[in-house]
T-cell receptor
Framework: AQSVSQHNHHVILSEAASLELGCNYSYGGTVNLFWYVQYPGQHLQLLLKYFSGDPLVKGIKGFEAEFIKSKFSFNLRKPSVQWSDTAEYFCAVNARTGTASKLTFGTGTRLQVTL | DGGITQSPKYLFRKEGQNVTLSCEQNLNHDAMYWYRQDPGQGLRLIYY???????QKGDIAEGYSVSREKKESFPLTVTSAQKNPTAFYLCASSIAGYRGTGELFFGEGSRLTVL
């Protein structure tokens, strides 16, 4: 069965620090990859997604992620975090088999940005 | 605006009672999902439905039931058989099947507390 691992459970950074959140998955076939974000008191929303093409994808609010197929990874990055980036971040992988697909979420990373 | 509406936002229940959480979408999506979110465990799939009058169990379906009588609606019943029902419940929808990419659109969630 496919699985998604987010190794950083809780990350604390100061404003302006750089961010990288790890995401690894186990599935050898075709995948679509996502990062979702949940700000305090708000619903989950899509941060960025990768379907095909350029493995470096850019999302909202200055976030980007790089798909490295050989490493089964889709790490999230931001050069300089802001206090407003405090949120929980979820990596998700959609594994496609024929006409079916299954979306699996990681356990999430709570990011706390201090002033 | 198109979106997903979940109600109620907060719900309290006594042990032994069944409760039903509502989920309505006006995105014209075929597929709908129910997830449970617990701290440190990410999102776990309870039930999903790819089409009206059809639904499948997810990873943690025990103690829950659903129906899909209309495309727009996918209510979740948390039964008294669910041993640990206190949680945050998220409803989502997506374009289904081979046309879908796995991208989900989420409601704001319902927080259930069992007293």
């Amino acid at each position: 069965a496919q699985s998604v691992s987010q190794h950083n459970h809780h990350v604390i950074l100061s404003e302006a620090a750089s961010l990288e959140l790890g995401c690894n998955y186990s599935y050898g076939g075709t995948v679509n990859l996502f990062w979702y974000v949940q700000y305090p008191g708000q619903h989950l929303q899509l941060l960025l997604k990768y379907f095909s093409g350029d493995p470096l994808v850019k999302g909202i609010k200055g976030f980007e992620a790089e798909f490295i197929k050989s490493k089964f990874s889709f790490n999230l990055r931001k050069p300089s975090v802001q206090w407003s980036d405090t949120a929980e971040y979820f990596c998700a992988v959609n594994a496609r088999t024929g006409t079916a697909s299954k979306l699996t979420f990681g356990t999430g990373t709570r990011l706390q940005v201090t002033l | 605006d198109g979106g997903i509406t979940q109600s109620p936002k907060y719900l309290f229940r006594k042990e032994g009672q069944n409760v039903t959480l509502s989920c309505e979408q006006n995105l014209n999506h075929d597929a709908m999902y129910w997830y449970r979110q617990d701290p440190g465990q990410g999102l776990r799939l309870i039930y999903y439905s790819q089409i009206v009058n059809d639904f499948q169990k997810g990873d943690i379906a025990e103690g829950y039931s659903v129906s899909r009588e209309k495309k727009e609606s996918f209510p979740l019943t948390v039964t008294s058989a669910q041993k640990n029902p206190t949680a945050f419940y998220l409803c989502a929808s997506s374009i289904a099947g081979y046309r879908g990419t796995g991208e989900l659109f989420f409601g704001e969630g319902s927080r259930l507390t069992v007293l």
